[in-house]
């Protein structure tokens, strides 16, 4: 099955700077990359998300970049704010399969 | 908003319990996921149900869990005897196919004692 790895596991990052996540995953035939933020005390919120067959996306203070070829995709937060304090998930899902597979989580701490 | 509801939200039984954790998926929604979270496994899927057919349950131990969906509105998971290593939150999540996003409760966090 797929496996999909996630670094760093925390980071923290002072308010007004830029995060960013990795994540690497095994199977090139994965063609769906969302990434998911859960606040404390909740469930996953999908966030964001890019398809196979673009390099990159962008929503105001976030972006995700995708490399196919080295099978790596990123998320990218400018400008931090203390509500991006959260724990953000890649994952990763193949067409004609319903299931995402996650990475391990990176807890981001946005200090004031 | 639409929303996954789960209950019970929290959850304390003893050792050798039976639990039972409910899930009203989003009206609309066939395909449902249970997912455990504990700090050291990170988001482990269950089981998923496809138009309440189960597809995949092999996260599962299948010796004392058991999950179902007797109608649409309506997913269930059980654990039977429960035990100490069961303690986590566990999230039911719902929605169509991966690219629509899928939609995830607020979670059953289980403590067994």
């Known amino acids: 099955g797929e496996n999909v790895e996630q670094h760093p596991s925390t980071l923290s990052v002072q308010e007004g700077d830029s995060a960013v996540i990795k994540c690497t995953y095994s199977?090139?035939?994965?063609?769906?990359f969302p990434w998911y933020k859960q606040e404390l005390g909740k469930g996953p919120q999908l966030i964001i998300d890019?398809?196979?067959?673009?390099g990159e996306k962008k929503d105001q203070r976030i972006a995700v970049t995708l490399n196919k070829t080295a099978k790596h995709f990123s998320l990218h937060i400018t400008e931090t704010q203390p509500e991006d304090s959260a724990v953000y998930f890649c994952?990763?899902?193949?067409?004609?399969?319903?299931?995402?597979?996650f990475g391990a989580g990176t807890t981001v701490t946005v200090r004031a | 908003d639409a929303r996954v509801t789960q209950t019970p939200r929290h959850k304390v039984t003893e050792m050798g319990q039976e639990v039972t954790m409910r899930c009203q998926p989003i009206l609309g929604h066939n395909t449902v996921f249970w997912y455990r979270q504990t700090m050291m496994q990170g988001l482990e899927l269950l089981a998923y149900f496809r138009n309440r057919a189960p597809l995949d349950d092999s996260g599962m131990p299948k010796d004392r869990f058991s999950a179902e969906m007797p109608d649409a509105t309506l997913a269930t998971l059980k654990i039977q005897p429960s035990e100490p290593r069961d303690s986590a939150v566990y999230f039911c999540a719902s929605g169509l196919v991966p690219e629509y996003g899928y939609t995830f409760g607020s979670g059953t966090r289980l403590t067994v004692v």
């Open positions: 199977d090139s035939a994965s063609n769906y």
């Open positions: 994952a990763a899902s193949m067409s004609n399969d319903y299931k995402l597979s």
């Open positions: 890019i398809r196979s067959n673009v």
